[in-house]
């Protein structure tokens, strides 16, 4: 299983940015993807899961209301849509599969028990 993160970038405080997860190889049917950052000297945090199975959605406590996340699973793909973006979103955003449906965000926030992960994108927004 392979992951493909795209987009990210840079913004200003207010600004909106949106990053695509593309998961390739067998997943079967029963997957979450989530969406973690980390900050240089900080642990990785959760921000966003959603489940194939039936689309349930986490947010972290941090971006509820600002980011959204969706998914195309007819081509495998997951999307963060991010609003209103802070200077404190700043980060490196990774996305990552668990081949489950028996996992939740809020019980492993910096997600060591995901299966395999992307490479790393940049958001960097600025004051």
């Known amino acids: 299983v392979q992951l493909q993160a795209s987009g990210g970038g840079s913004v200003q405080a207010g600004g909106t940015l949106s990053l695509s997860c593309e998961v390739s190889g067998e997943t079967y049917d029963d997957y979450i993807i989530g969406w973690f950052r980390q900050v240089p000297g900080r642990e990785r945090e959760g921000v966003s899961s959603i489940s194939s199975r039936d689309g349930n959605q986490y947010y972290a406590d941090s971006v509820k209301g600002r980011f959204t996340v969706s998914s195309d699973i007819a081509v495998k793909t997951v999307h963060l849509k991010m609003n209103n973006l802070r200077p404190e979103d700043t980060a490196v955003y990774y996305c990552?599969?668990?081949?489950?449906?028996?996992?939740?965000?809020?019980?492993?926030?910096?997600?060591?028990?995901?299966?395999?992960w992307g490479k790393g994108t940049q958001v960097t927004v600025s004051s």
């Open positions: 990552a599969v668990i081949l489950t449906g028996e996992w939740r965000m809020s019980e492993d926030t910096e997600g060591d028990g995901m299966d395999y």
